[in-house]
């Protein structure tokens, strides 16, 4: 069945980094947009970037560009988040995602619905 299980998360000072991970498996990880989310406490969940499945097109929300960095290993079946300059209002739980519902789609969807399947979430902590 499909898995995604992401890794990475924890606690780190403000303007320090972290690399989360999503590892993908039950599907064909190589064909499929891929994206993280992110919920923080009382807030709704939103959209962070999005990579499709060549890794051709990218998309960020607008107060991590420039900071975050999404990429992507076909071979590895693997999905990255890279973040710097991390900020207090970073915190949250940050979820992989995975759009199962077409192959090669050639543009990143920002919302929700766009997605089918999704990880358990990792904490990112981020002290000021």
């Known amino acids: 069945q499909v898995q995604l299980v992401e890794s990475g998360g924890g606690l780190v000072q403000s303007g320090g980094s972290l690399k989360l991970s999503c590892a993908a498996s039950?599907?064909?990880?190589?064909?499929?947009?891929m994206a993280w989310f992110r919920q923080a406490p009382g807030k709704e969940r939103e959209f962070v970037a999005g990579?499709?499945?060549?890794?051709?097109?990218?998309e960020y929300i607008d107060s991590v560009k420039g900071r975050f960095t999404i990429s992507r290993d076909n071979a590895k079946d693997t999905v990255y988040l890279q973040m710097n300059s991390l900020k207090s209002e970073d915190t949250a739980v940050y979820y992989c995602?995975?759009?199962?519902?077409?192959?090669?789609?050639?543009?990143?969807?920002?919302?929700?619905?766009?997605?089918?399947?999704w990880g358990q979430g990792t904490q990112v902590t981020v002290s000021s």
């Open positions: 990579i499709t499945w060549d890794g051709g097109n990218t």
């Open positions: 995602t995975a759009d199962l519902s077409r192959a090669y789609r050639p543009v990143v969807g920002a919302t929700g619905a766009a997605y089918n399947y």
């Open positions: 039950g599907f064909t990880f190589s064909r499929r947009t």
